[in-house]
């Protein structure tokens, strides 16, 4: 009872600078209280308008005085240049965890690009990441410090991050040739180093979203330490999700090594709940398929009553997916999971400017061919719309497009 009431008295201790606004506040309530019972009684109609006066100025001071304590309380908490913003930041926070539970699935920069977009729509996003690449500074963290690549996994990190520009400026910075560091990024080895200090790497991740003040969560699809294997329709093998592409041959079949692979259980419960599942835009074989070849993943998603989204990537992938058309993409998915897998295939109707399609040209990359009809024959809704977005002479999905898209999906039902 003591350290209570020890615990009460700290709030009126000097320079804490709420005093004021706790005085303010019972202020107004004074006047709204001794105004509300004088204006019950039997008197002249213009000393009531007096007293009605006098409650609303009650209320006013007494809004002020709890708008002013809360911005003490919060100064403390808030960096300097949020301090302005506290009511748009509750607004924001309360709106956006009200939003539709929405669970993407995939892997490198197309999932990161997919998040930024929704993540302004709501906070109950998660993100399920492979953990199969094996190339870069991933691959040289997994290799030294036999832990699980945190390339993909930082990279939806940062794109849910609600922290300043900065920090997630740090997290993506790598650093220049000629020295040890070289090539890695910041962030890579900030995740290396939290899975050595807590000995898991599923609570390293948790522990990094902490830092960046996430917006949803991202979850590895398994903790457990896989390779990707791809069969080609030569029949020749490779393994590693690095080399496959490189060796440039038609793949037939990709498959995880170890095959028994369990799920995160935090992923099969994230995929249960969802109302929204999105697989993709990312490398179909190298990003996409990692995740489903996992048992447990697939059979929750067609398993889920959620709406299921599989957004075709906008240009083909050398190595990969050569000569691919939206419905070759949509059939290879089908053929390594389930044809209940998905419900609406995304697919880009926007042009390229042709300064972009001479230099994809050069890597052998051309843009997906929208062959609607075919994959309306299998079964599938087909949404088209122009998801180009090119920046920096790179052709990307615009985020803000398709997050629309996969809301106006949910609005219909």
């Keep these: 009872m003591r350290n209570k009431l020890k615990g009460i008295i700290k709030w009126l201790y000097p320079g804490i600078g709420i005093k004021r606004w706790i005085g303010l506040s019972a202020l107004g309530v004074f006047f709204i209280g001794i105004a509300s019972n004088l204006i019950r009684a039997e008197v002249f109609w213009l000393i009531k308008i007096l007293y009605l006066i006098v409650i609303v100025c009650g209320i006013i ?15 403390v908490l808030l960096p300097p240049s949020q301090e302005e913003e506290v009511v748009d930041i509750l607004y924001q926070k309360r709106h956006l965890s ?17 998040l930024t977009g929704i993540k302004e729509y709501t906070a109950n996003i998660t993100a399920v990441v492979t953990v199969a690449d094996d190339g870069g500074s991933s691959g040289r963290l997994r290799q ?53 200090l807590t000995g898991d790497f599923e609570k390293a991740v948790k522990e990094t979203s902490k830092v960046l003040a996430l917006r949803g ?46 799920a995160t259980p935090e992923a099969i419960k994230a995929i249960q709940a969802a109302q929204v599942i999105v697989l993709g835009p990312g490398s179909l074989y190298t990003s996409i ?67 972009i399609l001479q230099r994809y040209k050069l890597e052998n990359a051309y843009p997906v061919i929208n062959d609607r009809k075919n994959i309306e024959d299998m079964g599938y809704r087909v949404i088209e719309d122009d998801i180009v977005n090119v920046q920096e002479n790179v052709a990307r999905h615009d985020p803000v497009k398709l997050a629309k898209i996969i809301l106006g999906l949910l609005e219909e039902i």
């Design 61 to 75: 001071i007494l809004i002020l005085g709890i708008k002013r304590l809360l911005y003490s309380y919060l100064s």
């Design 98 to 114: 009200h939003g539709p539970r929405i669970v993407a699935i995939g892997g490198g920069t197309g999932l990161s690009i997919l």
């Design 144 to 196: 030294q410090f036999d832990v699980l690549p945190p390339g993909d996994i930082r990279n939806c990190l940062v794109a849910l991050a609600d922290a300043s520009a900065l920090m997630r400026e740090l997290f993506q910075f790598r650093f220049d040739k000629g020295s040890e560091l070289s090539g890695h990024s910041f962030g890579n080895l900030f995740i290396t180093a939290m899975t050595r």
């Design 217 to 262: 969560q991202v979850i590895p699809s398994t903790l457990n330490n896989v390779v990707l294997v791809a069969q080609h329709i030569d029949g020749s093998i490779t393994e590693g999700e690095d080399k496959i592409p490189r060796v440039r041959k038609p793949i037939n079949r990709v498959q995880l090594k170890p095959e028994q692979t369990r």
């Design 289 to 355: 398929i990692p995740n489903l070849l996992i048992k447990e993943i697939t059979e929750s998603i067609v398993s889920s009553s959620a709406i299921k989204i599989y957004v075709c990537n906008i240009m083909t992938q050398p190595g990969e997916t050569d000569g691919y058309k939206a419905s070759d993409h949509l059939r290879v998915l089908i053929a390594h999971s389930d044809p209940k897998i998905v419900d609406y295939c995304i697919v880009n109707i926007g042009q390229f400017p042709q300064e």
